[in-house]
């Protein structure tokens, strides 16, 4: 189906209409995870929301290869990636570990994470340490061409000089004397010409862990380098989307730019699209401010700003509840008015797929609701008005299952895909409920727990079952006949 897709473009601060390079295919770029740390709630906001894009792309007919790199190296501490401890390597000595070990434990932490969401896998995702070769080739054609210089061994790529053809501000907005003057000394790194330049190469001190050879000596890439060099060898020079956290438009991705245009003569992408942060009670996470907590203690409830836990669904369906460009601020009362109202829809959708009674006439048409649908997401991925258009599939599938509107076999046929289109293939949404077809043997092996430790008269355990199935959403009722279970 031909759709005028708008997409937000930081670089121009406007909507622009949709127009891949070589379409029918189209290539997109999302910086990944660096996994020396569980991942947390404001990276999994930001890839459900690619994810997003990458279903609705597919479902309208694109062929998308989305490339999502894991930073397996090179990512030190300071706010520019190049300052202070490789972050990794610092987990490793602390946990007395290698630090593949811990790249090993956190990457497959993170996919589990993703996974669990019900994400997409990307079609490529390649780390920083498979493409050190890649890396160093890079670096050698933005020091031929003038706009690096090396230092004993480290390469720092010379802003002022590329400022003077190019915009190196050309993302943010910002020039380079409002740069200069925001930004701090070189904070220890005097062998740096200008305060703005940043490492394209790094020489390694004997202790640090991770490092490789190369014609500058032995060290290790720069943060920044690794997103130029991989979306290159799999998109090419020049391709259509690359996005990532607003936080990233500053620093990383205004140095992918520079890197990108220095070695290649190009921007490398159409479109740089940017999702905005997650805050909780109008403030931003952080475990300063005790307001942080990881995916899995959402899902369980295990932390003390929590009043109980939530489904990854229905974590999914909240996060699709505002516009990716928008602030998404997180509250128990949010997560709750969510949990409500992904229940209401995938209730309809139950009923819808349980077969309803099509009539030989109609009293609705739901072809102006399939283009309200496509209007939604065409207009910036806006899920939230989806989601306000599927409630209303959702209203119309309750009346006709209660008897109040009839429609017939072609309406009852287009609602049908309709439903499967934007709730399973765009939005990604499932009925955990009725995905898990051992869940009544679960709760049962647990009523029979009970019983069993009532009728030892434990019941400190019983009282505990019971509270904690009601935590997370499971009812009981107790009655002659024995105990019952229903969802809350």
Known sequence: ??????????????????????????????????????????????????????????????KVRYVRNV???????????????????????????????IVQKYTVGFRDVMKILN???????????????????MVKVILEKGYAYEVDGSIYFDVEKYNKSQDYGILSGRNLEDLLNNTRSLGGQQEKHGKLDFALWIKAKPEHLMKW???????????????????????GSHFDIHGGGLDLVPTHHTNEIAQNVACCGTNPANYWVHTNMLTVNGQKMSKSLGNSFLPHELFSGENSILNKGYSPMTVRFFMLQAHYRSTLDFGNEAMEASEKGFKRLMNAFALLTDGLKASATTEVEIAPLMERCYAAMNDDFNSPVLIAELFEASRIINSVYDGKLKIDAANLEQLTILMNTFVVDVLGLQNEQAANDDLPKVLSFIVDLRSSAKANKDYATSDKIRDGLSQIGFQLKDSKEGTTWNKA
């Open 119 to 137: 994400n997409l896998p990307p079609s490529i995702e390649p780390t920083a340490t498979g493409h050190i070769i890649e890396q160093i080739e």
């Open 213 to 235: 050879p190369s014609p500058w000596g032995v060290g290790f890439p720069g943060w920044h380098l690794e997103c130029s060099a991989m979306s290159q060898k799999y998109l």
């Open 71 to 101: 930073t397996d190296a090179g990512h030190l501490e300071g706010d520019a990636g190049d300052e202070g401890e490789d972050k990794i390597a610092k987990k490793a000595k602390l946990a007395q570990l290698e630090p593949m070990e």
């Open 1 to 62: 189906m031909q759709q005028n897709l708008f997409v937000y473009n930081t670089l121009t601060r406007k909507k622009e209409l949709f127009k891949p390079i070589n379409a029918p295919h189209v290539g997109m770029y999302v910086c990944g995870p660096t996994v020396y740390s569980d991942v947390h709630l404001g990276n999994c906001r930001t890839y459900i929301s690619f994810d997003l894009m990458f279903r609705y792309l597919a479902a309208i007919g694109y």
